[in-house]
């Protein structure tokens, strides 16, 4: 049987490849992938605390479906910043997003 | 049996990972990306969350994944003849996330978990629908306010101004 702990273990090591490609990578959708590994973290995380808490409930199913939802409103809303932002600078470099100025 | 599936699914996930952060063509980045999340998807199959792996491919594979390649696409200067990317900082931040997988490893592997394994529920889906209708009924009507927010709000912002 597969214990809950090898399934922490790989939401671990996904949150943290996650939070690597956020810290090192400059170009701004590259950093949203990032972010959409770390929630995918959460949700194994969420579902298998789920599965071995020995009730028959499925709370951790319905938080994960929440945060599929927010991912999907965040993906889109980020998509529109970066699109604007190559319009208004011309790149999606983060470093060159510095001024406040529309 | 499950535990060999289990393995091959986790180290996939793992190298779909790494191949994320370390490819330096974008378009490479977001292949790997859908593998991972695919795989994701095999994982709570795995865990017995039949609804939830449909959802995950459906709207991270089928939505969120078509959207960054879109963002991918629309970003990258077509006179730049390959789409690459470029990063800074490798040794620390890889150092601090070895640090951190390090001390998250610790914590799992000595922590005081509840491990019971239950017998699955049969109709998740089922099951879910009841719940998102009853017990949590209040935070299902506020996301989907969000959702009509979000809507609204990126149609907005990527608008050409004039």
Not at chain 1, 4 to 17: G, H, R
Not at chain 2, 90 to 96: D, E, I, M, V
Not at chain 2, 105 to 118: K, M, P
Request: aromatic fraction near 10%; hydrophobic fraction near 55%.
């Amino acid at each position: 049987m597969i214990s809950l702990e090898s399934y922490m273990i790989v939401s671990s090591a996904v949150f943290c490849l996650g939070l690597y490609n956020v810290m090192t990578r400059r170009n701004a959708v590259a950093i949203l992938m990032g972010i959409e590994l770390i929630l995918n973290a959460a949700n194994i995380n969420f579902i298998a605390f789920n599965r071995f808490n020995g009730l028959p409930i499925l709370d951790g199913h319905i938080m994960s479906v929440f945060v599929i939802v927010l991912a999907a409103a965040e993906a889109a809303v980020a998509l529109a910043i970066i699109i604007n932002l190559y319009r208004n600078i011309g790149s999606v470099d983060v470093d060159d997003a510095r001024t406040l100025k529309g | 049996m499950s535990e060999i599936v289990f393995y091959i699914i986790s180290s996939l996930i793992f190298l779909s990972c790494v191949g994320v952060c370390t490819s330096r063509n974008l378009v490479h980045s977001a292949v790997c990306l859908f593998f991972a999340l695919f795989l994701i998807a095999g994982l709570y199959i795995m865990l017995y969350a039949d609804f939830l792996a449909a959802v995950q491919v459906i709207v991270y594979v089928g939505g969120i994944l078509v959207l960054i390649i879109f963002g991918v696409m629309l970003t990258n200067r077509l006179e730049k003849p390959s789409i690459d990317i470029s990063s800074f900082n490798q040794l620390t931040a890889a150092l601090l996330c070895i640090f951190l997988f390090g001390i998250q490893c610790y914590a799992i592997l000595n922590g005081n978990w509840v491990n019971v394994d239950y017998p699955p529920t049969e109709n998740t889906s089922l099951e879910i629908g009841r719940l998102i209708l009853s017990k949590h009924l209040l935070p299902f009507e506020i996301i989907s306010i969000l959702l009509l927010g979000v809507l609204i709000g990126a149609a907005t912002i990527a608008r050409k101004k004039r």
